[in-house]
């Protein structure tokens, strides 16, 4: 099995720059995505390939993917970021892998 | 516009079977790898099967190999997820998903649709 690791909580003050960490062994030789997940909604791609953004989502969302750690960046984090967020490999033995999540609390 | 819309959940008894079924609309279905995600009650997100965009490639997790089989109709545009043996601990709600075949990412999320497994 492959797992990822995540922190269960990150906080952050409005304006400021969250990190959210994932790690698994030999990470960064994998593709990671980013999801944002909200209370009652569906989970949103806001990263993919590492670093890439689908269309629609703020430029303040970036990823980054080296070593053992990915890291998803949210710059002048907003009230609305308010949400967990999950990152996602692709292992040959478990297929996908999703980390634990992270839940974001803007304060 | 890509839309996805799961249907099919409910209430089944342990050991009891549901069908849960995806319509897809708004990109070429067929040409597309699709997975089901859950999410159980407090919990994260658990990716629970795959299948390329043909059908000839399907990929589940070890918790769900033998119970659950994962099909698709390219002709109707749907995703199907057929689950057998079913437990208290596949009580959750079941999104679909298109997904990116190569690297496997997946851009588009349906509602999702809840399943309780309960007696």
């Known amino acids: 099995s492959y797992d990822l690791t995540q922190p269960p909580s990150v906080s952050v003050s409005p304006g400021q720059t969250a990190s959210i960490t994932c790690s698994g062994d030999k990470l960064g030789d994998k593709y990671a995505s980013w999801y944002q997940l909200k209370p009652g909604q569906s989970p949103v791609l806001v990263i993919y390939e590492d670093s890439k953004r689908p269309s629609g989502i703020p430029e303040r969302f970036s990823g980054s993917n080296s070593g053992n750690t990915a890291t998803l960046t949210i710059s002048g984090t907003q009230a609305m970021d308010e949400a967990d967020y999950y990152c996602q490999a692709w292992d040959s033995s478990a297929h996908v892998v999703f980390g634990g999540g992270t839940k974001l609390t803007v304060l | 516009e890509v839309q996805l819309l799961e249907s099919g959940g409910g209430l089944v008894q342990p050991g009891g079977s549901l069908r849960l079924s995806c319509s897809a609309s708004g990109f070429t279905f067929s040409s597309y790898a699709m997975s089901w995600v859950r999410q159980a009650p407090g919990k994260g997100l658990e990716w629970v099967s795959g299948?390329?965009?043909?059908?000839?490639?399907?990929y589940y997790t070890d918790s769900v190999k033998g119970r659950f089989t994962i099909s698709r109709d390219n002709s109707k545009n749907t995703l199907y997820l057929q689950m057998n043996s079913l437990r208290a601990e596949d009580t959750a709600v079941y999104y679909c998903?298109?997904?990116?075949?190569?690297?496997?990412?997946?851009?588009?999320w349906g509602q999702g649709t809840l399943v309780t497994v309960s007696s």
């Open positions: 299948i390329g965009g043909s059908g000839g490639s399907t």
């Open positions: 998903a298109k997904y990116d075949g190569s690297t496997w990412y997946g851009d588009y």
